[in-house]
């Protein structure tokens, strides 16, 4: 007997909890985000800045890989999708049906592990290492000791703009991968020789940060593209998008609380700072649209 | 009319919770049957993709070792060359359960045979513990303390499948030691009895009579062990490296087909092949996983006495 009290009750309950969140739904349509894991917080954190500002929105932002942010968004399941790599070089993605929105850019530099004795590299020392030319830190003048690769997993966007920007069409020698930042920092801060890759918010002191050819990785050195390893952060979207989407992409791409506070903070340089452009390609232009020199060798 | 005969007539509230009892565990059962069905039958239709939509070869995926499938090869197909991803899942799974099968007997045996009660429930609860600490934690650990101790007393770079053989060994421990535990338990006290009567010493019975008349569920217990280290994903993959290179030695950067599996799955597009490749990868851990099953049931029918 009380059994069944007990299950009208919170069968009741449930009715009334349900009614009352009907209306709240029909004003404003959640926005769902979905892909990549790296850019997970920065979307989440300007998303959360958005919602100070229009408080019945409903936003989830989720994590789960570049692909599968993109394909979510080509198959309408989710509003946004976030990519860390052009739409255009992802295979099984008709990019011309999505709009690509650019809220920043990230940096990426090469690091080594403390003991190796060597703090500047050519992109082409760089590529050498990468394509297994170099076996021991002796032939770039460090010490005499093994050269431990560490590459990203294939499909990761910091892998990509690494890839693009020194490997180019030479091809890489297979080597251990790893799928974060936080683990290839932690594997060159204690793996003796080796050498790897993170974006800029992951530099730390626990292993040294190259300079490419006597340029250091810094946001100004970016934003001129004299330091050449940078991507996109995009926001993919259908081309049709609701008023809300369009709101939420505006306040990414345009209020000072992202731009200007949140990226800084966070080590991701702001969309508008930027003096370049780059296409899918690589090529990269003044925003006047002439061709500069690409920065390397 | 009659109480008594309309009584036995229709159907009491006893009956009509039997039926009623009866249609639920039905529902469960086919709600079951038909999910073990249709996962069977997406991971297959997704992996066969690989061979019969993108044209890659099935000996290339099981005997060739060049990993890149977004990448055709000289033939036109795709490289989908899975050997080095099978040889390490093998390896590790081997060596871990190699490494931990005698202390798990040992254990077992000093469980059943010679510790009293005091001893036997302090075991317990530690082999109980190690199963309920998640395969992350594992990782860490392994991270953390694992390789470092590889790199320095085996040399390397401390990644591969050395690593991914000490974390597992602990992790597939437990689970050999209980089912041990229980097929030891299993065995008739009068074999013991009767072997000390005719003048075995302990020893004597525990080695020629108590294990000879467990081995069954030993050996059961040593491929349940394998099973759980070939499916474990998150801890290996910690330390093993993650290069999907032929392992040319324990000491080298390799990769099993569930590290492979979790680094790849978010960054391809379903339907596309490097996505169906990773499937591929997916239908040979399930085939894996059913060959351990059958063979678990095959020694549960040879090995009775």
Redesign the interface.
């Known amino acids: 007997m009380k059994n069944k009290q007990l299950f009208w009750t919170v069968l009741g309950l449930l009715l009334v909890l349900t009614a009352c969140s009907q209306p709240a739904q029909k004003k404003v349509k959640p926005i769902q985000i979905v892909g990549s ?1 790296a850019m997970q917080p920065v979307v989440e954190m300007g998303a959360h800045e958005y919602l100070k500002k229009n408080p019945a929105q409903k936003v989830t932002v989720q ?6 942010g ?2 979510q968004v080509q198959s309408g399941a989710v509003e946004i999708g976030n990519s860390d790599i052009f739409a255009e070089n ?4 008709q990019a011309e049906k999505l709009v690509d929105h650019r809220i920043a850019v990230i940096g990426v530099a090469p690091i080594v592990n403390h003991g190796v004795g060597v703090t500047d590299l050519t992109l082409t020392q760089l590529r050498g290492i990468f394509t297994g030319q170099y076996q021991n830190w002796q032939q770039l003048g460090g010490k005499n000791i093994p050269i ?1 690769v560490i590459d990203r ?4 966007g910091t892998r990509a703009i690494f890839d693009e920007a020194v490997i180019q069409d030479a091809k890489k020698m ?6 974060s930042n936080g ?1 290839v920092q ?2 060159v801060a ?2 003796p020789g ?1 050498i790897s890759y993170v974006s800029f918010p992951y530099l730390k002191k626990t292993f040294t940060t190259l300079k490419i050819a006597g340029v250091t990785p810094t946001v100004n050195n970016v934003t001129t593209n004299r330091w050449p390893l940078w991507g996109y952060e995009h926001m993919y979207t259908k081309q049709k998008t609701s008023p809300e989407v369009r709101a939420l992409l505006y306040f990414m791409q345009n209020s000072a609380a992202v731009q200007t506070k949140l990226l800084p903070r966070l080590h991701y340089i702001p969309i508008q700072k930027m003096q370049v452009v780059k296409d899918e390609n690589g090529q990269v232009t003044t925003k006047s649209s002439e061709v500069v020199n690409d920065g390397s060798d | 009319m009659d109480p008594i005969k309309t009584k036995i007539q229709t159907r009491s509230k006893e009956t009509r919770q039997e039926i009623w009892g009866q249609l639920l565990s039905y529902a469960a059962i086919i709600l079951i049957v038909a999910v073990v069905c249709s996962i069977f039958m997406f991971v297959a239709s997704k992996g066969l993709a690989t061979f019969t939509k993108d044209h890659a070869s099935l000996r290339d995926f099981l005997f060739t070792t060049d990993w ?1 499938p ?1 990448t055709m090869g000289k033939d036109g197909r795709p490289l989908v060359g899975a050997l080095p991803m099978i040889a390490g899942s093998f390896g590790v799974t081997v060596l871990a359960v190699i490494f931990a099968t005698p202390f798990a007997l040992g254990t077992a045996l000093y469980m059943t045979q010679l510790a009293g009660k005091h001893g036997q429930k302090l075991l317990q609860s530690v082999t109980e513990l190690l199963v309920g600490i998640p395969s992350v934690v594992y990782g860490f650990i392994g ?1 953390n303390v694992v ?2 101790f590889v ?1 320095e007393h085996f040399g390397g ?3 591969g499948i050395l690593s991914g053989a000490f974390v597992l060994f602990v992790m597939v421990l437990p689970t050999i030691t209980s089912l041990t535990v229980d097929s030891l338990r299993a065995v008739p006290s009068h074999y013991q009895a009767a072997s000390l009567a005719l003048g075995a010493t302990e020893w004597q019975t525990m080695y020629k009579v108590t294990l000879r008349a467990a081995l069954p569920g030993i050996l059961t217990a040593i491929v349940f062990g394998m099973a759980r280290a070939f499916g474990e994903a998150l801890a290996v ?2 330390v093993i ?5 032929m392992p040319h030695g324990l000491l080298t ?1 390799s ?1 099993t087909l569930t590290s492979v599996l ?14 169906n490749a990773l499937w591929s990868l997916a239908l040979v851990l399930l085939l894996m996983s059913l060959l351990f099953n059958l063979v678990v049931k095959w020694i549960g029918r040879k090995g009775r006495i």
């Open positions: 894991s994590g789960g890989g570049s692909g599968t993109l394909s992802q295979s099984g993605i431990v997993a294939h499909g990761s297979k080597a251990q991968e790893q799928d683990s932690r594997m204690d793996t080796a | 890149s977004t991270l390789v470092p790199r770079s401390g990644y993959q910690m490296g993650n290069a999907t290179l950067a990769s979790t680094m790849g799955i978010g960054n391809t597009v379903m339907g596309t092949v490097g996505n």
